[in-house]
């Protein structure tokens, strides 16, 4: 590692809990951040600050108008321009910190993908995985991998003015030990019914950030679980350091049933009228050539191109722009059937 100017960060160097060996630490750390919608925003943007050496950002959305009420590492021109939101983040990060290598992944992460994107030898394992996620079957697929991989995860959700936030580790008990399995669909309110109260979700980010550090400085890390209501002012803990359970399926029995189930074809993405669809495993950079085809979409619509993705909005689809990656993944803005989203994928870009 290069020298690094360490006076940059002699406010949090001064803390007992961090000093100049603490910080050293950092800039030799790696954290992964799985979504960089609301919590993931945060939770990156503070990380970098405090000098994490190496930050992996993994999000499989792009940045729309909605997203500035609340996602803070974004501005009007990448809403416009409809940049991957990893992306987004990657450039804005950079500016703000130099002494911090971020990895971009505009990616779904799926059963089919997850340990060769996060445990990418080139980049190195990552000490910490933190959740910027919008859903509890991509949460418990991390859960999966980190118990697994015996990597501490950061768990977290925010849906209208409440959220909540807990750190699993091999030490205590996981995820599944405190929620067997993911709620019912329709069950739960979601940031789309409920909305999200941007101070909430900044509140809940900072203490995921907060909880990072402390792994990573080597610092106690309490075994429990936070609770807030930004509106009404409450502030709930609940310990788990007793919540182990002792037939778990994953920590205890080791079945990783999400880690190792199979991938969807479709899913609605949460707040906006879109669907994405993967209807083949993803993984294989390089399948598909954008450039051609943006070519053969010429007379079908109205087509434009970046270095990550080819966009049409097609003549016959009132309303709808198609946008696919080069993994073969599409997002379908104008939807929100997965049935209807994944024909549409059919006709423009194939079976």
């Given at each position: ?20 060996e603490g910080q ?95 445990f990418d030898d ?230």
């Open positions: 590692m290069e020298q690094t100017d360490l006076s940059k960060y002699a406010r949090q160097t001064v803390l007992p809990g961090i000093g100049i050293r630490r950092l800039l030799a750390s790696h954290a992964a951040i799985i979504g960089c919608g609301t919590l993931g925003c945060v939770i990156a943007d503070q990380l970098c600050r405090a000098g994490v050496g190496r930050l992996t950002i993994l999000d499989r959305d792009l940045v729309e108008p909605g997203n500035l009420q609340r996602q803070v590492l974004f501005d009007r021109a990448d809403a416009e321009a409809r940049l991957p939101k990893a992306e987004a983040a990657l450039e804005r990060l950079g500016e703000i910190n130099s002494d911090v290598r971020v990895r971009a992944l505009v990616a779904d992460l799926r059963p089919s993908n997850a340990e060769a994107l996060l080139k980049f190195g394992r990552p000490e910490v995985i933190l959740d910027g996620t919008d859903n509890f079957e991509t949460r418990f697929l991390l859960n999966d991998l980190c118990v697994k991989h015996a990597v501490p995860y950061v768990y977290a959700g925010v849906v209208g003015t409440r959220a909540m936030r807990a750190v699993f580790r091999a030490q205590g008990c996981c995820l599944r030990c405190v929620f067997d399995r993911p709620p019912a669909p329709g069950s739960q309110p979601t940031c789309e019914t409920a909305g999200v109260l941007a101070p909430a979700a900044a509140m809940i980010g900072a203490m995921q950030a907060a909880e990072a550090i402390k792994l990573l400085v080597g610092a106690e890390v309490a075994m429990d679980l936070v609770e807030i209501d930004a509106w009404g002012g409450l502030l709930r803990r609940v310990d788990l350091s007793r919540s182990r359970d002792p037939d778990c399926p994953c920590c205890a029995q080791r079945r990783f049933e999400f880690l190792e189930g199979p991938d969807p074809e479709a899913a609605a993405l949460c707040g906006r009228n879109a669907v994405q669809v993967m209807p083949g495993p993803q993984g294989t950079p390089g399948r598909l050539d954008l450039e051609s085809l943006a070519g053969s979409w010429r007379t079908v619509g109205t087509v434009s191109r970046s270095a990550f993705m080819v966009r049409v909005e097609p003549y016959e689809q009132a309303g709808v722009t198609v946008s696919v990656f080069r993994d073969g993944r599409a997002v379908i803005e104008g939807v929100e059937d997965p049935s209807r989203a994944r024909a549409i994928y059919a006709r423009y870009v194939g079976a």
